[in-house]
């Protein structure tokens, strides 16, 4: 089982900027299509952005705009590029190729106002 690791998270101010990193640990899973999505405490994961296999994107209506999603092949690492964050971004941030999970720890991101 592909084990994906999240990082990049942290403290930020509001209108401040965050890059998350994912990619594979341990294997040779080659990252092609994949998503972001985040959970907030009490609240269910949501959707956040994705990147298909031809490099499409898409994202969340609330991120639009703000985020952007982006796959360094030579790397093996999809990263997601947050500008303007606000206070309700906070969460801890996942990827994974579908919204079904198997999920990895995610990483934190916190915005202070």
């Known amino acids: 089982q592909v084990q994906l690791v999240e990082s990049g998270g942290g403290l930020v101010q509001a209108g401040g900027s965050l890059r998350l990193s994912c990619a594979p640990s341990?294997?040779?899973?080659?990252?092609?299509?994949m998503g972001w999505y985040r959970q907030a405490p009490g609240k269910q994961r949501e959707y956040v952005a994705y990147?298909?296999?031809?490099?499409?994107?898409n994202y969340a209506e609330s991120v639009k705009g703000r985020f952007t999603i982006s796959r360094d092949n030579a790397k093996n690492t999809v990263y997601l590029q947050m500008n303007s964050l606000k206070l309700e971004d906070s969460a801890v941030y996942y990827c994974?190729?579908?919204?079904?999970?198997?999920w990895g720890q995610g990483t934190q991101v916190t915005v202070s106002s």
């Open positions: 341990g294997s040779i899973f080659r990252i092609n299509a």
């Open positions: 990147i298909g296999s031809g490099g499409m994107t």
């Open positions: 994974n190729p579908t919204p079904f999970g198997p």
